[in-house]
């Protein structure tokens, strides 16, 4: 048995923070971890860090974000890029918690097929610095309904879902999951829910399920359904991520106030004292996960064969009207390319 995950969107300018120093503090008192999620409020997140059963993710809005131009460019320069901007904009009072606070690296990006690829290669490249300086990571904080479930199973996702395996402590799948209307149900499992194919694609590969943060949820940008139903829709959230032991936290869309948000985070911050009591008296059972893969989430190859580069050099047969990587062997359906082989341009396969 667990208790409810859903916490609270907090972030700088947060008018509807309102007695949340006494919701984290009744949750630490009953022994009921919680997630404190806080968007460029160094000074919330810092407060919250008191409490030894927080769980910190912090996000720098501006270091975040993916300028368009940059999907043309190579990964791993703009690995480098991103995460050295990502650490000269963080404040003293985050680097001080280097080691305990998750920096959630993206927000949002683009969730085209070919900007997927790039976001994947990316947040390895960045995933991997951040290992080697300490820090835990999670993204790419992917918008609702993005991106297409085929894009977790590409070779760059594969490659960061790998790393997830390895290191469920230090690296984490961040996405953001909204109904889009007051109807919490609305789109169910390809809005909210939609983290399922996160979940096949590391099934299909054989990996662990990665440590995984809903850092948005709820329902739109700036609504929500009468209270009454609010509360029977945080609870059917509560009841669904509590199925997921890997889901470590769920932060409703948001306390903070500003342009758009209109009166929702006066009204969420109105259900703070019946989320703290529900969370701490309900108890949700959990749902049996799938067995863990016998390679122990370890990292699997992307590819079981053991094959040649171009960047160990080719080999430019004479009988073959063009180069392939040296130790390939260039085979006809019927036997190896050779002197006198008769065969057709475009047929011959690479091994």
């Avoid at 997630?35 to 160094?42: I, K, L």
């Avoid at 919330?44 to 993916?66: C, H, K, N, P, Q």
């Avoid at 590409?154 to 007051?182: F, I, K, M, N």
């Avoid at 006066?266 to 863990?292: F, K, Q, S, V, Y």
Wanted: net charge negative.
């Amino acid at each position: 048995m667990s208790h409810s995950k859903v916490g609270f969107h907090v972030a700088a300018n947060c008018g509807g923070c309102a007695g949340i120093s006494g919701y984290w503090a009744s949750l630490d008192a009953a022994g009921v971890p919680f997630v404190v999620y806080s968007a460029n409020d160094a000074g919330l997140l810092a407060r919250a860090a008191v409490f030894g059963r927080a769980i910190l993710v912090y996000r720098d809005v501006e270091a975040s974000t993916v300028n368009p131009a940059d999907y043309a460019r190579p990964t791993a320069e703009m690995a480098g890029y991103y995460w050295q901007r990502t650490m000269e904009r963080l404040p003293a009072a985050v680097h001080a918690l280097r080691g305990r606070v998750w920096l959630e690296l993206l927000n949002e990006p683009g969730r085209e097929p070919a900007q997927a690829r790039w976001v994947g290669a990316l947040m390895a490249g960045m995933a991997r610095l951040a290992l080697a300086d300490g820090w835990r990571v999670c993204g790419p904080g992917w918008a609702p309904g993005n991106p297409e479930p085929e894009a977790w199973l590409t070779p760059e996702w594969a490659d960061y879902l790998r790393l997830c395996a390895s290191q469920p402590g230090r690296v984490a799948v961040s996405v953001h999951e909204y109904s889009l209307s007051d109807d919490i149900g609305a789109g169910w499992g390809w809005l909210v829910g939609r983290f399922r194919f996160v979940h096949e694609a590391a099934d299909r590969a054989g990996l662990r399920r990665p440590t995984t943060f809903i850092t948005e949820c709820g329902w739109t940008l700036n609504s929500m359904p009468p209270d009454d139903q609010a509360k029977r829709d945080i609870e059917r959230l509560a009841r669904l991520y509590a199925e997921h032991a890997n889901i470590t936290g769920a932060s409703l869309w948001t306390l903070q106030a500003g342009a758009g948000n209109g009166n929702l985070p006066t009204r969420l911050n109105a259900l703070m004292g019946w989320l703290t009591n529900w969370t701490i008296a309900t108890e949700l059972p959990d749902a049996a996960e799938p067995p863990p893969p016998d390679n122990g989430g370890e990292p699997m190859p992307t590819n079981l064969l053991s094959n040649g580069s171009f960047e160990d050099g080719w080999t430019d047969a004479t009988t073959f009207p063009g180069q392939h990587p040296k130790g390939w062997q260039v085979e006809w359906n019927t036997g190896p390319v050779g002197n006198g082989f008769d065969y057709a341009i475009g047929e011959a396969v690479h091994k």
